[in-house]
């Protein structure tokens, strides 16, 4: 029987899909006697090694989960934050971007952090019972080489919407009673959440001044509910695929004038902790 010819047409090849991003996320310890389950860690540790790309999503995600709890201490950021990102980490692929999360306990909401001081932690002692003065700062990050507050390179704003519609807001513009409620803030404290923040974009502003692919989420205690715990998951993967299509979209690469170096410090203070005050 003679061979029958198909006449359909050939068909394309399929599009190449967006290239993965890796993020890298740590989460704290416990500390206080009334933390011994430290919210951030609890939400860190339990996120999805992947998220799929998807319609709305084109970018696959691969995060990575630093493997313990960032003890609540000076010293012991102080030695972690050059050894686990790039380029002294081998882990491969690089990260892509930097997300730390940390407890906020003053707090009934969550709030994408938009930068970090440099001077103002010798108040608190941290769970060694050690405090990091302004004058061992001035050591490790001097003023002739680093301005006192560092922003993240990501523009915030726009990842604030692109979190709120991930997380189903009807107007992600507009001033809303939603829940989750999620926020900005321009200051991440005085004690560890701070202090992290500062030296991950302190380094990176070491490599390349205009490029900090570093961002910080602090989250309210939620230890005292699996649901509430849920929902803080839910909201971390909001902004971890809003960051992402924020740098697709934008970039992290900010044209925008910094605070000068050698500028005043003590004009330039960072308020006191949440985890410490009501606010």
Known sequence: MPCAWTTAARQPPPEKGEDPVTILVTG??????????????????????VLPATSDHPTPIHIHVHHEAVRVAYNPVINLIPKLLPPQNPMYPKPDIILHIGLAAGRTFYTL?????CRGYGSIPDVDGEKFPDSLAEEKFPRSMFPPVLHTSFDTDDVLRRWKTNLGYPNPDAEADTEPDVRLSADAGNFLC?????????????LKEDERPVAFLH??????????????RKVAVGLIRALVESRRKLGVVDGLQRVRKGEDLENVRPGTDVNFVET
Request: aromatic share 16%; net charge negative; glycine share 10%.
């Open 113 to 117: 952090e938009k930068g970090s001081h």
């Open 219 to 232: 989250v309210p205690d939620l230890s005292g509910s699996l649901e509430s715990l849920e929902q803080g």
């Open 194 to 206: 701070g202090f992290i923040y500062w030296n991950s974009l302190a380094h990176y502003f070491a």
């Open 28 to 49: 704290f310890g416990p500390f206080l006697q009334k933390f011994p389950r430290n919210t951030s860690w609890e939400i860190a540790s339990t996120l999805p090694a």
